[in-house]
């Protein structure tokens, strides 16, 4: 019985625990009020959620929506990236009470209600706002209330006006990033009465007037980021006062005065960046023990490096490049921790300090260009293990090239070019070990021998530069297996001998000009399909030009000059290839089959005029003399040409071989006029090319109806368009058919063959972006309202590819020749299809040669060998770059974006002066956009912004 009892009392105990715990289990689900508010933001929000309420009944489960611990309140919701427009659905956030974090940031919204400032301002918990990265406008709103609010974020919009008191009610603000605005007047300085700030960001806005002191009040700061404005004045002393201080950027500005020494009393400073703007003075002599980066290229400083100044122990970056610093380099030590050292661009002399880099065994990049700096390399860099980037160009330095140098197995990029050196390339230096190596400058010493074999053995070597030297004997014949090479520069040397074959990547240059080849020019250089540049002249060569030549597909330029034994006449090139021959026995060919000259017999280099009139005389001459025979011989032929093209004719006009064809468009009148087989022919005659761009091959179709089209050719070279995937392909191009942005080329039809893909587009008789801005006559008259709706339009364009929901669609190669132009102010981004047809793994040859034009493609694709977001908007910069230079993506040399950081200090310089010279309001607007530009060429992926950011930056420049 007492068993019994004791059960029965257990059972009891049981069940009235779970009476009492019942209620528990109820309170611990939302509120009635919050669930009702989930359900009503969730109706509103609609498709454009991240989450489907529709499965889910509790909303703590959704996506971008977290729940305390106890799931009984919502303190977290996300809606990043949705597309969001409309900013209805933001009061109601308002009605939960218990949140803390709200992200709305990567969407379209254009304003913030004034309803949800007022309620959202009463919620007791709310921590962080993060309104970044949309289109917010106006001014910015007044924050009352928000008595818990920590992080706010509203950066990366289009607002404006200046800053006063909206900011000075909230209590508790420690971080604050309005960076990427349109700010204007004084820097604010009420931005929270109890002080509290430690990270304000105010960087690239239009901010000016000096840096107020009342900034250094917030003694908590911890990070300053002022950059990227028209600051000017002096950095105020008081700035000692701010002893948590850790990062201090006032890069970009117009700041002056000396670098005052209190800066560097911070103990707790470690990252420094005050680059171009106009200090002057000498080098504070002491430095924090603490610092880690310090950036003050781009000024005015003097006088000697400090010993001291790079021993810091905890060092890793020192950039002083770009002033008029001066002296010997009494260096002690270099310390341990540093990873990159610019000292480049200066007035430094002497020789280079040897036991300053015994123990810089982490030093990754060290650049000290275009100095006056004498004596050897010291043999002690070649123990600098990790150096990936040796430049010492632009010196007076001298002796022969160290063999030390050969124990750099991670170099990538060595440049001694414009110095004294003397010797052989490889003795006793061995130039083959450095297996890493991307770009090998030697050019303008007084190297002797003959070119190395070894060279040939660098698998990676993208960039080889030995003009101006003493070099002699013949090219090595292995040099055709160098599979990633696109620029080869070996004129004025004394090389002579047979031309080998050369590399089938070879994208921007042959330069063998100023040497001593003789002989016929081979033909086996037509097979070089992607070169831009081929330059010849000051040679000795003989006979004639081969025709070959004329069916290079990406050449722009071939220089024959002063090649007097060349006789004949020279091939019908396209109307954008130019031709110079002055010094040769070279005539055109009949003017009926060159209606569109682009030879130039003397425009750029020395040559006679008369010897010129009197050839071309001769040959009119002999031309009026023997028209009738070649008109009874055209006649002959034409019959004959009748009766046996189809068993004789040339490979040129050999029809592709299709395998499948397909109407992508719903246009009815697209679709009644366009006839693959007219596609076809069209293709099969070069006279119809008019664009090549890095993959393609734009030909011009007239249909029967007389409608035109462009046929556009990709290549199936190097198995990057495998065959086999025809399905694929197909599925591809419908689901690209179906984009619709009034900024992209769109596919209205494919064609397949059993070695091409084929494209059909509505025709742009303009042309390409770079034709129009560097070849066409058009060029000078592209004024600054046409660059800038060209910008625009290039970045609405790729921020509609870039924010496709399923997966971004991005370029392969962006450059100005892939822009194209339906009026001087419409651009187009075309070969989009590339990205989802062409696969480069499937590439035989090197990732970067199939992944972007030089001078477009950003430094990382040599490492991470992948197409990314962030590495079009590099190449989105460079095209900026050359909208605002009017100069091609390489220029005098080197390439754009280079060229453009080298003479950063000089703005006007920079600027195309027939354009910005017309008003000050339109210099105003370039130097804002070139700000702009300089971000997206970034060398860090991680700070350049998207393109919808981008996008947004334009418009607020305007």
């Known amino acids: 019985m007492a068993r019994y009892e004791y059960m029965y009392t257990s059972f009891l105990c049981v069940f009235l625990l779970c009476c009492c715990y019942c209620p528990i289990m109820v309170m611990s689900q939302l509120s009635q009020n919050q669930t009702s508010t989930m359900a009503n933001l969730s109706k509103l929000l609609g498709t454009s959620a991240p989450w489907n309420s529709g499965n889910h009944s509790n909303p703590c489960s959704w996506n971008g929506v977290t729940c305390d611990s106890t799931k009984s309140h919502v303190i977290m919701i996300s809606l990043s990236g949705n597309s969001l427009s409309s900013s209805g659905f933001l009061p109601v956030l308002c009605q939960l009470e218990t949140l803390q974090h709200l992200d709305v940031s990567n969407n379209s919204l254009t304003s913030i209600p004034a309803e949800f400032i007022t309620e959202c301002g009463r919620i007791k918990y709310l921590k962080l706002l993060n309104f970044s990265r949309n289109f917010l406008s106006g001014s910015l709103p007044t924050f009352l209330g928000f008595d818990a609010l920590e992080y706010l974020d509203m950066s990366f919009n289009v607002l404006g006006s200046s800053i006063d008191i909206q900011l000075d009610e909230m209590i508790r603000l420690k971080s604050l990033n309005l960076t990427h605005n349109n700010f204007n007047g004084t820097l604010p300085t009420k931005l929270g009465k109890s002080m509290v700030l430690e990270q304000l960001v105010l960087s690239n806005n239009q901010f000016q007037g000096e840096i107020p002191e009342e900034l250094f009040s917030y003694e908590n700061l911890t990070l300053i980021d002022l950059g990227g404005n028209t600051l000017s004045g002096a950095i105020p002393t008081h700035i000692v006062q701010l002893s948590k201080l850790q990062t201090l950027i006032l890069s970009s500005n117009n700041l002056s005065g000396p670098i005052p020494i209190s800066i560097l009393n911070i103990t707790t400073l470690v990252r420094f960046a005050a680059n171009l703007n106009r200090f002057s003075g000498s080098l504070p002599s002491d430095i924090s023990n603490n610092l880690i980066s310090l950036d003050l290229s781009g000024n005015s400083l003097s006088g000697p490096i400090p010993k001291n100044i790079l021993s810091s122990p905890k060092m890793e970056v020192v950039d002083l490049s770009n002033n008029t610093l001066s002296g010997t380099l009494l260096l002690t030590s270099i310390s341990p921790s540093m990873i990159r050292l610019r000292l480049g661009n200066n007035l430094l002399k002497g020789d280079i300090p040897s036991d300053a880099f015994a123990k810089a065994q982490n030093l990754t990049y060290l650049e000290l260009e275009s100095n006056a700096l004498t004596g050897a390399i010291p043999a002690i860099l070649g123990s600098c293990l990790n150096l990936a980037l040796l430049d010492l160009s632009q010196n007076h330095l001298s002796g022969t090239l160290p063999p030390e140098l050969g124990n750099l197995s991670n170099l990538q990029v060595l440049k001694l070019q414009m110095n004294k050196f003397y010797g052989t390339i490889t003795t006793p230096f061995q130039i083959g070990q450095l297996q890493k190596l991307l770009t090998l400058n030697l050019s303008q010493n007084s190297l002797t021998g003959s070119i190395p074999s070894q060279i040939s053995s660098l698998s990676n070597l993208k960039f080889l530069n030995l003009q101006?030297?003493?070099?002699?004997?013949?090219?090595?014949?292995?040099?055709?297996?160098?599979?990633?090479?696109?620029?080869?520069?070996?004129?004025?040397?004394?090389?002579?001998?047979?031309?080998?074959?050369?590399?089938?990547?070879?994208?921007?240059?042959?330069?063998?000009?100023?040497?001593?080849?003789?002989?016929?020019?081979?033909?086996?250089?037509?097979?070089?399909?992607?070169?831009?540049?081929?330059?010849?002249?000051?040679?000795?060569?003989?006979?004639?030009?081969?025709?070959?030549?004329?069916?290079?597909?990406?050449?722009?330029?071939?220089?024959?000059?002063?090649?007097?034994?060349?006789?004949?006449?020279?091939?019908?090139?396209?109307?954008?290839?130019?031709?110079?021959?002055?010094?040769?026995?070279?005539?055109?060919?009949?003017?009926?089959?060159?209606?569109?000259?682009?030879?130039?017999?003397?425009?750029?280099?020395?040559?006679?005029?008369?010897?010129?009139?009197?050839?071309?005389?001769?040959?009119?001459?002999?031309?009026?003399?023997?028209?009738?025979?070649?008109?009874?011989?055209?006649?002959?032929?034409?019959?004959?040409?009748?009766?046996?093209?189809?068993?004789?004719?040339?490979?040129?006009?050999?029809?592709?071989?299709?395998?499948?064809?397909?109407?992508?468009?719903?246009?009815?009148?697209?679709?009644?006029?366009?006839?693959?087989?007219?596609?076809?022919?069209?293709?099969?005659?070069?006279?119809?090319?008019?664009?090549?761009?890095?993959?393609?091959?734009?030909?011009?179709?007239?249909?029967?109806?007389?409608?035109?089209?462009?046929?556009?050719?990709?290549?199936?070279?190097?198995?990057?368009?495998?065959?086999?995937?025809?399905?694929?392909?197909?599925?591809?191009?419908?689901?690209?058919?179906?984009?619709?942005?009034?900024?992209?080329?769109?596919?209205?039809?494919?064609?397949?063959?059993?070695?091409?893909?084929?494209?059909?587009?509505?025709?742009?008789?303009?042309?390409?972006?770079?034709?129009?801005?560097?070849?066409?006559?058009?060029?000078?008259?592209?004024?600054?309202?046409?660059?800038?709706?060209?910008?625009?339009?290039?970045?609405?364009?790729?921020?509609?590819?870039?924010?496709?929901?399923?997966?971004?669609?991005?370029?392969?190669?962006?450059?100005?020749?892939?822009?194209?132009?339906?009026?001087?102010?419409?651009?187009?981004?075309?070969?989009?299809?590339?990205?989802?047809?062409?696969?480069?793994?499937?590439?035989?040859?090197?990732?970067?040669?199939?992944?972007?034009?030089?001078?477009?493609?950003?430094?990382?694709?040599?490492?991470?060998?992948?197409?990314?977001?962030?590495?079009?908007?590099?190449?989105?910069?460079?095209?900026?770059?050359?909208?605002?230079?009017?100069?091609?993506?390489?220029?005098?040399?080197?390439?754009?974006?280079?060229?453009?950081?080298?003479?950063?200090?000089?703005?006007?310089?920079?600027?195309?002066?027939?354009?910005?010279?017309?008003?000050?309001?339109?210099?105003?607007?370039?130097?804002?956009?070139?700000?702009?530009?300089?971000?997206?060429?970034?060398?860090?992926?991680?700070?350049?912004?998207?393109?919808?950011?981008?996008?947004?930056?334009?418009?607020?420049?305007?």
């Not at 047979?498 to 250089?525: R, T």
Request: include cysteine.
């Open 468 to 958: 101006m030297n003493n070099l002699s004997g013949s090219i090595p014949p292995s040099i055709g297996i160098s599979t990633s090479l696109l620029d080869l520069q070996l004129g004025g040397n004394q090389l002579s001998g047979a031309i080998p074959s050369m590399p089938m990547s070879l994208q921007v240059a042959v330069n063998l000009s100023n040497n001593n080849f003789s002989g016929s020019i081979p033909s086996s250089l037509s097979s070089l399909d992607n070169l831009e540049i081929l330059d010849l002249s000051y040679n000795k060569f003989s006979g004639g030009v081969p025709d070959d030549l004329a069916g290079m597909k990406s050449l722009t330029e071939l220089l024959l000059t002063n090649n007097n034994q060349l006789s004949g006449v020279l091939p019908k090139f396209t109307h954008f290839v130019q031709v110079e021959y002055n010094g040769t026995s070279l005539v055109l060919p009949p003017a009926s089959d060159n209606p569109t000259p682009s030879y130039y017999p003397g425009s750029r280099k020395k040559g006679s005029s008369v010897v010129v009139a009197i050839l071309v005389a001769i040959a009119a001459a002999v031309f009026l003399v023997g028209l009738v025979t070649l008109l009874l011989v055209l006649v002959s032929r034409h019959y004959s040409k009748v009766n046996d093209e189809n068993i004789h004719s040339g490979e040129d006009h050999r029809l592709p071989q299709v395998v499948q064809s397909h109407l992508l468009t719903l246009n009815g009148l697209h679709r009644s006029n366009i006839d693959f087989s007219k596609a076809m022919e069209a293709v099969a005659e070069t006279s119809n090319v008019t664009l090549k761009t890095r993959f393609s091959t734009y030909y011009k179709a007239i249909m029967p109806s007389g409608s035109i089209y462009f046929v556009k050719k990709m290549n199936s070279t190097e198995r990057a368009l495998p065959a086999s995937s025809h399905v694929r392909i197909g599925k591809e191009m419908e689901a690209l058919a179906k984009l619709n942005n009034s900024n992209v080329m769109t596919p209205l039809a494919y064609v397949l063959s059993s070695d091409a893909a084929y494209t059909l587009y509505e025709f742009v008789s303009n042309g390409s972006l770079f034709d129009v801005l560097h070849h066409g006559s058009m060029g000078n008259s592209l004024d600054w309202a046409s660059r800038y709706s060209i910008a625009v339009g290039v970045a609405q364009g790729l921020s509609f590819l870039h924010g496709i929901t399923s997966s971004p669609l991005l370029l392969l190669d962006l450059s100005s020749k892939s822009i194209m132009l339906k009026s001087l102010k419409e651009p187009l981004v075309g070969d989009i299809e590339h990205y989802k047809v062409i696969d480069p793994s499937k590439s035989t040859g090197n990732f970067s040669a199939l992944a972007g034009s030089v001078g477009y493609v950003p430094p990382e694709y040599a490492y991470t060998m992948t197409v990314t977001v962030a590495g079009n908007v590099y190449s989105f910069g460079v095209i900026l770059l050359e909208l605002l230079t009017g100069k091609p993506a390489v220029t005098e040399g080197t390439e754009l974006v280079k060229w453009v950081l080298h003479n950063s200090m000089n703005k006007d310089y920079i600027l195309d002066s027939n354009v910005s010279k017309t008003s000050q309001a339109v210099r105003n607007q370039m130097l804002a956009i070139l700000q702009i530009a300089l971000v997206c060429v970034s060398t860090s992926p991680e700070t350049r912004p998207k393109m919808k950011s981008v996008l947004r930056m334009l418009l607020n420049a305007r």
